[in-house]
T-cell receptor
Framework: SQTIHQWPATLVQPVGSPLSLECTVE??????LYWYRQAAGRGLQLLFY??????ISSEVPQNLSASRPQDRQFILSSKKLLLSDSGFYLC??????????FGSGTRLTVV | GENVEQHPSTLSVQEGDSAVIKCTYS??????FPWYKQELGKRPQLIID?????GEKKDQRIAVTLNKTAKHFSLHITETQPEDSAVYFC???????????FGTGTKLQVIP
């Protein structure tokens, strides 16, 4: 069966510090991978998605970036965090016309 | 691109009553419409989905209907229970793009 791992679960970072969130998928190959952000009490904002190694589509041109160095690994990064980057970050995998499976999420607080 | 609107934003029902959440979409090429349930502090989880070649789909107390002509789809929950309390998101695929667009969510509260 397929599983998705996301870490860390919580993170408190100072403004201006770098960020690296990692997500890995097991039990499937060539998945579509997604990064979402959810502000408190709000909806799901798509940040990036990838349909293959090295292929990244950006939905939100901010100080965030994503990379997919391996088939089942998806990384979200920032060189300098802003207060507005705080939120609940969710990684997901899926296929066309099938539902997404979300990771357990990372709750990021920028202070 | 696809635009998905969801109503209502909040919904309170008495335990045992039915709840209906409605969504509309803009992209006539959309073919796949999933629904997710997100409990407080947890990840969204897929609860039911429907494809454009089907008008209705049921899974126990949950059903989804799709009207492609009108470009709207709805989630129906019957005999609601307190554990149905959560935020529900609808979504629609974006034609040839390998992603879905989510609605803004409906917070459902089931009152015991």
């Amino acid at each position: 069966s397929q599983t998705i791992h996301q870490w860390p679960a919580t993170l408190v970072q100072p403004v201006g510090s770098p960020l690296s969130l990692e997500c890995t998928v097991e039990g499937t190959s060539n998945p579509n991978l997604y990064w979402y952000r959810q502000a408190a009490g709000r909806g799901l904002q798509l940040l990036f998605y990838s349909v293959g190694i090295g292929q990244i589509s950006s939905e939100v041109p901010q100080n965030l970036s994503a990379s997919r160095p391996q088939d089942r690994q998806f990384i979200l990064s920032s060189k300098k965090l802003l207060l507005s980057d705080s939120g609940f970050y969710l990684c997901a995998w899926g296929r066309v016309n099938y539902g997404y499976t979300f990771g357990s999420g990372t709750r990021l607080t920028v202070v | 691109g696809e635009n998905v609107e969801q109503h209502p934003s909040t919904l309170s029902v008495q335990e045992g009553d039915s709840a209906v959440i409605k969504c509309t979409y803009s992209d006539s090429a959309s073919n796949y419409f999933p629904w997710y349930k997100q409990e407080l502090g947890k990840r969204p989880q897929l609860i039911i989905d429907i494809r454009s070649n089907v008008g209705e789909k049921k899974d126990q107390r949950i059903a989804v209907t799709l009207n492609k002509t009108a470009k709207h789809f709805s989630l129906h929950i019957t005999e609601t229970q307190p554990e149905d309390s959560a935020v529900y998101f609808c979504a629609g695929d974006s034609g040839g793009y390998q992603k879905v667009t989510f609605g803004t969510g409906t917070k459902l509260q089931v009152i015991p």
